[in-house]
């Protein structure tokens, strides 16, 4: 047995307290972890009990590493920079990054942009690989996801791209039929032909979020349910209902005139999409050309 297993039986813990040392913040590194704050002190103060040894003066709002602590972080980054290089040159050797995401985030946003995004990759090999619940991820090969949620995913680093808008659209016919326009009031859309697809298993928002979120009670939406959001998108273009869409997905849809906002939108800063990652990634050419590219581009077209 190597010594550092003999002192640190369960080495996740060392991975937690380099979370916590770098950012200064228990509940920093809880969030970047994808764990809970009491997981973050219980993993520390067990660290502490093995090591022997405070690792964290805690007398005041944020941890503050011993002198013990930060000799502990220069070795463990240290370490963890090595396997870190060493991983992203076993990577180099293949060349080629595989990208997961829903089938909205694909179609609308992703696919009309394929050619621009490999150029930028290149020579990096990219690939995408379509999911519909982040539970298939657990099968689904992949280096690289881009999911919807609160961004918190065990292990595993992230970023917010966009946080969630969600805002009712139709095509210019319907709405005019309608009487809607951007300034309608959510009471307006009450008797609209609404139209919805399948959240099973989804956090995204519907109707009746929409609806909450705007203090009105939502109606019953008596219609076939539709089982994704790119299987709507047709349906309201043609007038034959009204959708809710994500601005950041819809493309040049609305540019080109053919859907129109018809109410107000629900923002919420605190889910949206997430680019996520392991940490591994983070020296690798091509994930880091990725990553600026994704960056760039939700700037623009944001």
């Known amino acids: 047995m190597r010594e550092l297993t003999a002192h640190v039986p369960r080495l996740q813990r060392l991975a937690v307290f380099e979370a916590v040392a770098r950012l200064g913040s228990f509940t920093a590194a809880a969030a970047e972890l994808g764990i809970s704050q009491p997981a973050v002190s219980k993993h520390i103060a067990q660290l502490e009990d093995q090591l022997a040894t405070r690792l964290f003066d805690r007398s005041s709002n944020r941890p503050i590493a011993t002198s013990d602590g930060a000799a502990l972080h220069a070795a463990v980054d240290a370490g963890f920079g090595e396997i870190e290089r060493g991983i992203a040159e076993l990577r180099s ?37 379509i999911y519909d619940h982040d539970d298939e991820l657990v099968s689904i090969d992949h280096d690289v996801s881009i999911r ?8 595993q680093r992230s970023e917010l791209l966009v946080p969630e808008a ?10 005019e039929a309608l009487g809607l326009d951007a300034s309608s009031p959510a009471e307006a859309l009450l008797h609209a032909d609404l139209v919805e697809f399948d959240q099973t298993g989804r956090t995204w928002a519907n109707w009746t979020s929409w609806f909450a979120w705007h203090g009105v009670d939502a109606p019953d939406i008596d219609q076939v ?39 107000p939108a629900l923002e919420r800063e605190d889910v949206g999409y997430h680019l ?27």
């Open 93 to 129: 050797g293949v060349g080629e990054l595989t990208v997961a995401m829903q089938p909205a985030v694909a179609e609308s946003w992703f696919s009309p942009r394929l050619s621009e995004v490999r150029s930028q990759l290149a020579p990096t090999r990219l690939r995408v690989v």
């Open 276 to 302: 996520v990652w392991p940490a591994a990634l983070q020296r690798d050419a091509g994930f880091r050309a990725l990553r600026s590219w994704i960056r760039e581009t939700v700037r623009l077209h944001r």
């Open 166 to 175: 969600v805002v009712p659209a139709t095509s210019p016919e319907r709405a």
């Open 225 to 263: 349910l539709y089982p994704t959001y790119g299987s709507v998108v047709p349906l309201a273009i043609s007038g034959n209902g009204v959708i809710l869409t994500w601005r950041w997905l819809r493309g040049e849809l609305v540019e080109r005139g053919l859907l129109v906002e018809v109410g």
């Open 148 to 155: 919807f949620g609160s961004g918190r995913v065990l292990g």
